[in-house]
Nanobody, 125 residues
Framework: EVQLQASGGGLVQAGGSLRLTCVAS????????IGWFRQVSGKVREAVAC???????YYDDSVKGRFTISRDNAKNMGYLQMNSLRPEDTAVYYC???????????????????WGQGTQVTVSS
């Protein structure tokens, strides 16, 4: 059974940083694309940053230059380094994984079949 565990959220002031971690088990991690998505209550979940199994990346325009996605296949972990955080980054962040995701559908949440629980990120102004 594939399991994803996201952690690292919290409360931070605007301009601060957080690093989210996604620990995966029950899968051959290096065969999976990893995605970070976020959702504000009442709004659609959106892709933040995603990485294919080959290392190709996608970033939403709103986080380019501030967020960095990475993965450590040896540790079965994915990361989202978030710098220069803004109040509008406040959301619940989810990690997702799927072995069939490729570059063309990397940012599509419907392409991911495995989801972790969310971790709350709150950025105060």
């Amino acid at each position: 059974e594939v399991q994803l565990q996201a952690s690292g959220g919290g409360l931070v002031q605007a301009g601060g940083s957080l690093r989210l971690t996604c620990v995966a088990s029950g899968l051959s991690f290096d065969d999976y694309a990893i995605g970070w998505f976020r959702q504000v209550s009442g709004k659609v979940r959106e892709a933040v940053a995603c990485i294919t199994k080959d290392g190709a990346t996608y970033y939403d325009d709103s986080v380019k230059g501030r967020f960095t996605i990475s993965r450590d296949n040896a540790k079965n972990m994915g990361y989202l380094q978030m710098n220069s955080l803004r109040p509008e980054d406040t959301a619940v962040y989810y990690c997702a994984a799927d072995p069939s995701v490729i570059l063309s559908n990397l940012a599509s949440q419907t392409a991911y079949s495995n989801w972790g629980q969310g971790t709350q990120v709150t950025v105060s102004s």
